[in-house]
C-alpha cells in the first residue's frame, strides 16, 4: 500500500454536550457513605466528590481533546458499522500494519503511552527495522464515532470479522499485525484463530481461551473453582482478593447491563464511579489510583464515555459473549495457530501463584497454554491490568520480540 485510502477527521465533542455534562455535575447528589473511607465498601463519597468537583470546574476537556487529535482519526463504516480509529504511520524501512484493540473499561486513548514507541522507534532510541503502521480503532459501541445502533448482538468473535475487512479491505493490507488487551485480548486471538494465515502474528495481555464466556454459569468468575477447607491460606485469600475485583463487574455486566446502564446513562457522577472502581481495582496502584492515572486522564476517559452516550453498548459484549457463544473456525490444534505472544503481570497471579516466573512456567505447563503457537511469554512485576498504560516501555519491548523475525 503506497498511500493511506483516507482522509483524517479529527474527533470534536459539541459544546452542547459539555455544557449539558458540567449541569448535571452540578446537580449531583451524593449518596450517604459512611465509614467508606478505605473503600472497601467501593468508591467513596469523598473521594469521587473531589473528582465530580474538578469535571465540573477544572477539568479542561479541549485541552484533552487537542492531545488525542494531535494524532491522524478516521471514521469509516464496515459491514454496515460505524468505526472509528486513530492512526499513526509508521517510521522505518519497513513498517508493517498493526492494530490494537482495547478492552472494558479502557477507551482507544488507553494505548497512547506506547502508539510513538511502536510507530516511530528511533525517536525513542529504538531500531527503525521494528516500526509499525498504527491502528487503534475504538471498539464498535465504547466511544467515537456515537452510539453504537443496528449491532445489539455485538460481541468479540464478531467485531474480529469487523477487524478483519477493516485491515484487509477497507485498508488495504494484505498481511498485518494484531495485539490487544482484555476484550481486545479476546478479540485478536479470534483473529489467530480464524485468519491466522493473513497475520504476522498477535501479542495479547491474557491468555484466556476463546470459549471463556461459554456456558450457563460463565458470569461466575470462580470458573467452578469455589473456596474448600482444605485450601492452603494465601490460596483462599487470593480467590477472594480477585472475586472482590471482578465478579460483581462480570455479573452484573454479564445478567443485568441495561439495568444499571439507565443510572449511568443518565448520571455523570454515577457513570464515573462505576468506571472508577475498575480503573482503581485492576491497577497496579499501591492504594493511590492516581499514581496510575491523574485527575486529567480519569476524566479525559470518562469523558469518551459520557460524551457518546456508550456505556449501554460496551456492556454488552459480555452478555452477548455468552448469548452467542464462540464456536470454532476449524478443529486444529493450537485453536490460536498465529505466532503468539502473551504478556502477563503479577498483579494478576491466579491463586497459589506468587512470581513473574512462576507466572509463566504456570501458564506453559498448564491448560491455557494448548490453545496458542506461543512463541514469547513474559511476565513483569510491575504494572495491572492496563499494562499497557502503566508499564509501557514492557509491554512494547515484548511486542517487538514477539514479531522479531516475523516481519517480510
Same mark, same amino acid.
Given at each position: 500500500?503506497t ?11 459539541p ?64 459491514d ?8 499513526k504511520?509508521?517510521r ?25 514507541p511502536?510507530a516511530?522507534?528511533?525517536?525513542s ?53 494484531? =495485539?490487544g488487551? &482484555?476484550? +481486545? /485480548?479476546? @478479540?485478536? !486471538? ?11 502474528? %498477535? ?9 471463556f ?10 470458573r ?31 445478567l ?20 472508577l472502581?475498575?480503573?482503581? =481495582?485492576?491497577? &497496579?496502584? +499501591? /492504594?493511590? @489510583?492516581? !499514581? ?11 469523558? %469518551? ?7 449501554a ?51 506453559e ?9 506461543h512463541?514469547?511469554v ?5 504494572g ?25
Open positions: 500500500m498511500a493511506f485510502p483516507l482522509a483524517p477527521k479529527p474527533i470534536h465533542v459544546g452542547t454536550v459539555l455544557d449539558d455534562l458540567r449541569a448535571r455535575l452540578a446537580l449531583t447528589r451524593a449518596p450517604v457513605d459512611e465509614g467508606n473511607e478505605d473503600w472497601s465498601y467501593g468508591v467513596p463519597a469523598g473521594y469521587l466528590g473531589e473528582l465530580v468537583a474538578y469535571w465540573r470546574d477544572g477539568f479542561d476537556w479541549r485541552k484533552a481533546e487537542a492531545a488525542i487529535n494531535a494524532y491522524e482519526h478516521h471514521e469509516v463504516t464496515v454496515g458499522v460505524p468505526v472509528h480509529f486513530l492512526r504511520p509508521g522505518g524501512p519497513r513498517p508493517i500494519p498493526l492494530i490494537l484493540t482495547h478492552g472494558w473499561p479502557w477507551t482507544f486513548w488507553h494505548w497512547s503511552k506506547v502508539i510513538d511502536l516511530d522507534p528511533a525517536a532510541g529504538g531500531d527503525p527495522a521494528d516500526a509499525f503502521d498504527v491502528i487503534v480503532p475504538s471498539l464498535p459501541g465504547f466511544g467515537f464515532p456515537g452510539p453504537l445502533t443496528g449491532f445489539p448482538d455485538v460481541n468479540f468473535w464478531k467485531v474480529s470479522d469487523l477487524w478483519h475487512t477493516l485491515m484487509t479491505e477497507t485498508l488495504g493490507y494484505a498481511k498485518y499485525a494484531a =495485539a488487551c &482484555d476484550i +481486545g /485480548g479476546i @478479540v485478536t !486471538s479470534q483473529l489467530g484463530h480464524k485468519y491466522a494465515g493473513e497475520l504476522y502474528g %498477535i501479542h495479547i495481555g491474557s491468555g484466556l481461551p476463546l470459549d464466556f461459554t456456558g450457563p454459569r460463565a458470569w461466575s468468575f470462580t467452578n473453582r469455589p473456596l474448600t477447607d482444605d485450601q492452603p491460606a494465601d490460596v483462599r485469600a487470593r480467590i477472594v482478593e480477585l472475586d472482590h475485583r471482578s465478579a460483581a463487574h462480570l455479573t452484573v455486566h454479564m443485568d447491563g441495561a439495568t444499571l446502564a439507565h443510572g449511568l446513562s443518565d448520571s455523570p457522577a454515577g457513570l464515573l464511579a462505576w468506571l472502581e475498575r480503573w482503581t =481495582a485492576w491497577s &497496579d496502584n +499501591g /492504594g493511590d @489510583v492516581e !499514581s496510575v492515572f491523574t485527575k486529567d486522564d480519569l476524566l479525559t476517559h470518562a469523558t %469518551i464515555y459520557w460524551a457518546t452516550n456508550s456505556i453498548t460496551s456492556m454488552r459484549y459480555y452478555a452477548n459473549a455468552n448469548r452467542y457463544p464462540w464456536t470454532p473456525s476449524h478443529d486444529r490444534t493450537p485453536r490460536v495457530e498465529a505466532p503468539t505472544g502473551l504478556t502477563f503481570v503479577t498483579y494478576e497471579n491466579p491463586p497459589g501463584i506468587h512470581t513473574a516466573d512462576e507466572r509463566v512456567r504456570a501458564f505447563n498448564g491448560p491455557q497454554a494448548a490453545w496458542f503457537n512463541v514469547n513474559t511476565a513483569h512485576d510491575r495491572g491490568h492496563f499494562i499497557p498504560w502503566e508499564n509501557p516501555n514492557a509491554w512494547v519491548d515484548d511486542l517487538r520480540r514477539t514479531f522479531g523475525g516475523r516481519r517480510p
